[in-house]
């Protein structure tokens, strides 16, 4: 009854009508969006179809005989409609596998995409994947506001929104992200590190879905102080990248942004993440960034990552 094919380019549109309807796919996994760094990755994405309809999709790249699910993403695994139920779900890795292998596939890195970024129930794959054997290589922590639970600032956090409040702050919706990638490089690159996207891939991933990463700054007197890059998702919102300069930290600015965030924009929402706190495949924890996070009332969720042996 369902059959597994490769995704070719042909099948674009299609692909992201099914991610818009789908129970666990978002932005990341429409083509628009995965594709912007195509050139990085060798494709080898799937469509699950049911009588010459697509069902679900499996975003994946290959590298020698590996597939990841996918290198270029947060999070994906199995697209998933409410066409796919557990038992079909069952039949639908067994092909998966048995095309992979026809390529000369050994293993799959199965990126699951975590709960609060579902619209409806999607862990069939999880369970699929247990029963074949796979293993979980990797977890990762990252915390997450439950908007409409029992969630607080501690006294602390509140204290500094409070303060920064009078500094004459002004929170606004940027328009260019120039300035503020300028300001995450040089905050990142004190750490060692650099920004995933570089300001020409923000500027496009932006003018592609402009509904849907959104940035947000704190100014005083045009100076950037503080930046919020959001991206929403519906029920739930994600900051993907978080700056504040020199003055920023020392008026509060990025503490006053994120409560008007989570507080005031987001307010309706179900989901605020901040991602992930952790280090070397998840086995390390930077208790300082967590303990920021948990400030703002946020707990932990995880991340898994498992590997499949074919």
Same mark, same amino acid.
């Given at each position: 009854?369902?059959?597994?094919?490769?995704?070719?380019?042909?099948?674009?549109?299609?692909?992201?009508?099914?991610?818009?309807?789908?129970?666990?796919?978002?932005?990341?996994?429409?083509?628009?969006?995965?594709?912007?760094?195509?050139?990085?990755?060798?494709?080898?994405?799937?469509?699950?179809?049911?009588?010459?309809?697509?069902?679900?999709?499996?975003?994946?790249?290959?590298?020698?005989?590996?597939?990841?699910?996918?290198?270029?993403?947060?999070?994906?695994?199995?697209?998933?409609?409410?066409?796919?139920?557990?038992?079909?779900?069952?039949?639908?890795?067994?092909?998966?596998?048995?095309?992979?292998?026809?390529?000369?596939?050994?293993?799959?890195?199965?990126?699951?995409? &975590?709960?609060? +970024? =579902? @619209?409806?129930?999607? #862990?069939?794959?999880?369970?699929?994947?247990? *029963?074949?054997?796979?293993? /979980?290589?990797?977890?990762?922590?990252?915390?997450?506001?439950?908007?409409?639970?029992?969630?607080?600032?501690?006294?602390?956090?509140?204290?500094?929104?409070?303060?920064?409040?009078?500094?004459?702050?002004?929170?606004?919706?940027?328009?260019? &992200?120039?300035? +503020? =990638? @300028?300001?995450?490089? #040089?905050?990142?690159?004190?750490?060692?590190? *650099?920004?995933?996207?570089? /300001?020409?891939?923000?500027?496009?991933?932006?003018?592609?879905?402009?509904?849907?990463?959104?940035?947000?700054?704190?100014?005083?007197?045009?100076?950037?102080?503080?930046?919020?890059?959001?991206?929403?998702?519906?029920?739930?919102?994600?900051?993907?990248?978080?700056?504040?300069?020199?003055?920023?930290?020392?008026?509060?600015?990025?503490?006053?942004?994120?409560?008007?965030?989570?507080?005031?924009?987001?307010?309706?929402?179900?989901?605020?993440?901040?991602?992930?706190?952790?280090?070397?495949?998840?086995?390390?924890?930077?208790?300082?960034?967590?303990?920021?996070?948990?400030?703002?009332?946020?707990?932990?969720?995880?991340?898994?990552?498992?590997?499949?042996?074919?």
């Amino acid at each position: 009854m369902f059959s597994v094919r490769p995704y070719t380019v042909a099948d674009a549109h299609a692909w992201d009508a099914l991610v818009e309807r789908s129970r666990n796919g978002n932005l990341l996994h429409r083509r628009g969006y995965m594709d912007y760094h195509a050139d990085r990755f060798v494709d080898r994405s799937l469509i699950i179809e049911r009588h010459g309809e697509a069902v679900a999709v499996f975003p994946a790249n290959i590298q020698g005989k590996v597939v990841t699910s996918h290198g270029g993403l947060t999070y994906a695994g199995l697209i998933t409609t409410h066409a796919l139920r557990a038992e079909s779900t069952l039949d639908v890795f067994g092909q998966i596998a048995d095309h992979y292998r026809t390529l000369g596939v050994e293993r799959v890195i199965y990126k699951a995409v &975590p709960h609060i +970024f =579902h @619209a409806y129930p999607a #862990e069939e794959d999880v369970y699929a994947l247990h *029963r074949l054997g796979a293993r /979980l290589r990797r977890r990762d922590l990252s915390s997450v506001i439950a908007l409409s639970g029992p969630f607080h600032f501690t006294r602390s956090r509140q204290r500094t929104v409070d303060k920064a409040r009078k500094c004459g702050i002004g929170l606004q919706t940027g328009t260019d &992200p120039a300035d +503020f =990638h @300028a300001l995450l490089t #040089e905050v990142l690159h004190r750490h060692g590190t *650099r920004p995933t996207h570089s /300001l020409a891939e923000l500027r496009l991933l932006q003018a592609r879905f402009p509904q849907h990463i959104v940035l947000y700054e704190a100014r005083r007197e045009e100076a950037l102080l503080a930046g919020a890059l959001v991206y929403d998702f519906g029920r739930t919102v994600h900051t993907q990248y978080l700056a504040a300069s020199e003055e920023g930290r020392r008026l509060n600015a990025l503490s006053l942004l994120l409560a008007e965030l989570i507080g005031g924009i987001y307010a309706d929402r179900s989901f605020f993440s901040f991602g992930i706190s952790t280090e070397h495949e998840g086995r390390a924890l930077n208790g300082g960034l967590v303990t920021q996070k948990e400030h703002f009332g946020a707990r932990a969720i995880v991340h898994d990552f498992y590997e499949w042996t074919l």
